[in-house]
């Protein structure tokens, strides 16, 4: 994906052909995995606004700057995050470092194994079990760690590595803005080191340009007086909802000219984007094809009232602010790479 | 200085003419401001060994991260920080929005003019003016008042926007480690968002490669209804000491493989870069010339009791862990660009 970013002017060629629809060039489609549609168009018309010299919306390229939010946007989320997933699976190893918890909760309840008692842990236990599998141990172990358990996990409904559940037609966006000299960032509710662990092999996105949930880190010296650093369970950066703005601002620096989501998390991401002047693009991925991926809403682990759609204020001000709705049944000829 | 990133084989060929000492390739020395000596030695071989193709510590593109201290290491801090001038500055302006302060300390001292009183101002008093001076705006107010006072304050000294006292041999360095397809960052112990207003116009770092010390804003919305945020006094990190690899780790997320930095400040940063495995360059800008710029330490603002030497524990540490110390006095033969 490297080289792609010395070829801004071939992208260009290519987005002007398909914005001219002229069939020789059909081959040359950047995003193959799309259905021509409402969706489709709108990143191909911002893409050649934005980069066009000339152009009214022209957008210098050291201000090219592409927010992703991750979970249900670029990969699967249902029927739980996989970073949930990660920290249940990591609780044995946690307990048998401090056999203590074995009989506390929730650590009992997750060695016990039953899924209905699981899948009703309160958030408050949730987060215990989070500080108990993200912290304590130096950077570099929990890197190894998450790294392990992602290169042997699998999903399962699709029997697959996680890191193979991204939407292909998603990846392509992420290729077509980078070719146009776009810097595609990461802006995630997830834990910033676990995602930055598998985000540049898997979206071609390196570990600087992952913003997420973060705590902090203590710097200490081991027996060898080798300095280290320590997870600590010291929450720096809540990166969901208002704290995704907030997080643009303290690890990017700049406002976006596009951002992509999927739930009412991201709503203020996409509300800051799109109130910088000029060309923005705010894009919102429906989760409403049940058959090839999930159908859900209005709100991701709520009871699905409204299948397929956003909650009713997310809906009218997506209308009212002219973010474009992605819909997966509709808008994605593919979903994942592996399907034949 | 963007298109140098795509000149990587030709930063390559230069400097390996320079290694060689060809006097044919005497002109395309990229770092013509330096003295032959140790240390610009250690900086050119440092880049060989990292990015010639077989070398045994050769860095894959992705990993090449350098990290510099700004403050003393890329441009002036003496006698005072130039953050700590534009806080002074603001006082009169704060106190106009807000009279009541007028006869409140330490903002008295400061409307006073008493250069002597302000001069002894305790770290305290100066973390309230530096509180009420940056905090309480939004973003994009602060940005423009910083960039307006920078367009128009002079340092005392030379007479010149302070964006003109960096250190020309420094500069090159960020180049040559650039074209030789290094990610450049700032790591200061000065305000993020202060240093970001001119990073990318005076070293050709942009926003996004400044890690600095660090504040919360608070995401909002105006009366007209559009999203905005706001700089509150609560400090996220405080990018001294054992903060810088934090702050590394925090907002990059990778052990740098070069690190530059001037004071007790820098240590911890220096340690962590060292400790990493394969080539490794930590470098110490000595303030020892008091004829073309400053002599001072062991501690900046303290008494010169040792003028133009490190403390004695970091000296002893940059001779035990293979630190280069780059002399001022003896390695640069400009310090900086407007010198005839």
Redesign the interface.
């Known amino acids: 994906m ?1 080289s792609a970013r ?1 070829l801004p002017a071939f992208a260009l060629a290519v987005v002007a052909a398909l914005a001219a629809a002229a069939p020789a060039f059909a081959q040359l489609d950047p995003l193959p995995s799309w259905n021509d549609g409402s969706a489709k168009r709108a990143i191909v018309e911002f893409v050649q606004a934005t980069t066009t010299p000339g152009s009214p919306h022209f957008v210098p ?2 201000a090219r ?1 592409a927010a992703f939010d991750q979970d249900g946007t670029l990969w699967v989320e249902h029927p739980l995050y996989t970073q949930v997933v990660y920290c249940l699976d990591r609780v044995p190893a946690v307990v048998k470092a401090k056999p203590e918890l074995a009989k506390v909760q929730p650590f009992a309840t997750v060695l016990s194994g039953n899924r209905e008692a699981i899948a009703k842990l309160s958030m408050d236990s949730l987060l215990k079990i989070l500080a108990a599998t993200l912290t304590g141990m130096s ?1 570099d172990a929990f890197d190894a760690e998450a790294k392990q358990w992602l290169a042997s996990a699998r999903d399962p409904r699709w029997k697959r590595p996680y890191t193979q559940l991204t939407y292909l037609p998603m990846r392509e966006v992420l290729d077509l803005l980078r070719a146009a000299g776009y ?1 595609t960032y990461i802006v995630t509710g997830g834990g ?2 676990f995602v ?1 662990t598998y985000s ?1 092999a898997t979206y071609g996105i ?3 340009q ?1 913003v997420g949930t ?1 705590g ?4 200490g010296y081991d027996e060898d007086g ?4 320590t997870k600590e369970p010291r929450l ?2 809540n990166d969901n909802d ?1 704290g995704k ?2 997080g643009i ?6 406002r976006p000219v596009a951002a992509f989501g999927n739930s009412t998390g991201d709503r ?1 991401m996409l ?2 984007t799109k ?1 910088g002047s000029g060309a923005r693009l705010s894009m919102l991925v429906l989760h409403d094809d049940a058959t090839r991926e999930y159908a859900y809403g209005p709100a991701r682990g709520l009871p699905d009232t409204r299948v397929g759609t956003f909650p009713p204020a997310l809906d009218d001000e997506a209308k009212k602010n002219g973010w474009v709705v992605i819909s997966m049944k509709d808008d994605w000829r593919r979903i994942f790479a592996f399907e034949p």
């Open positions: 490297r010395l390229p050291e700057i950077v810097k910033q080191d930055r540049e390196p570990p600087e992952v973060a902090g880190t203590k710097f080798r300095p280290f650093l720096l950066l208002a703005p907030e601002h303290l690890m990017i620096g700049r203020q509300e800051y109130a």
